[in-house]
């Protein structure tokens, strides 16, 4: 569905994404992982065009989108929420999913007064849809609640819920973890899970848990510095040497090898047998 082609962003001398290729499949729910500063987040916002890119070229189903803005990008089918969740705090959550279609009767004035009864139509027809997708994400008992008192985790939901008011094809979720407990969390991976299964929705996630991205995501792709490091399935790409080394860097790397052939040596010692656990040689239950 996606192609990132050769993608550079710079700003000033720095470069953000420096010359980053990849594919996000039709039907996929891709993960994109890599330390503070990797470019992932750049990266999001060249391909939703909140950025234009230096250099390089994004399509979508074959189409060139390079430089396209987010409200033309938006009537594609290609939407992107934020690390911080951007709601009408005043509105309710019903409400805050009402106002995602655009061009609706009421926003004219000419309709306010000759066209009430296709206003109001309009508005029967989005609350329907608006306690559907409410439903779809559990969370109907907050339909009346203003969207400023939500928990941040409820906040992902709501944005969540948000693309689906305008059947979206693609989703790009900046980090929908942050601040979220794992309880909420996990709703809303099983929301992504099934939007994708039930209803077709391609996902690209960043996302920094990777029990998280374990559980979604195949592929995952690895960025480091501003450019694609490594790509795969979850399992593989949690053993990558190299994507090991970008997280920690080469002195933690070190330490942590230390730390783990020192725990290796000591259960030798107490008797342990590999493969057993840490629990073997220690007289536990096998």
Known sequence: MIRVENLVKSFGGFRAVDNASIEIATGSITGLVGPNGAGKSTLFNVIAGVHAPTSGRVTMDGEDITGLTPHQLFHKGLLRTFQIAHEFPTLSVRENLMMVPEGQAGETLWNTWFARGRI?????????????????????????????????????????????????????????????????????????????????????????????????????????????????????????????????GTGLKNKVLAEERAEAAAGEDLGAQPGLGDRAGKGGDA
């Open 120 to 248: 109001r139509a309009e508005e029967e027809a989005l609350r329907r849809k608006a306690d559907e997708v409410l439903d779809f994400l559990t969370i109907s008992h907050l339909a009346e609640e203003k969207a400023g008192n939500l928990s941040g985790g409820q906040k992902k939901l709501l944005e969540l819920g948000r693309t689906m008011m305008v059947e979206a094809k693609i989703v790009f979720l900046d980090e929908v973890g942050a601040g979220v407990n794992r309880t909420l969390l996990n709703t809303i991976g099983d929301a992504i899970v099934r939007l994708n299964r039930e209803r077709g929705y391609t996902f690209c996630v960043i996302e920094h848990d990777m029990d998280f991205i374990g559980r979604l995501c195949d592929p995952v792709i690895v960025m480091a510095e501003g450019r694609v490091l490594a790509e795969g399935p979850a399992d593989h790409i949690m053993e990558n040497e190299a994507v090991i080394e970008a997280y920690l």
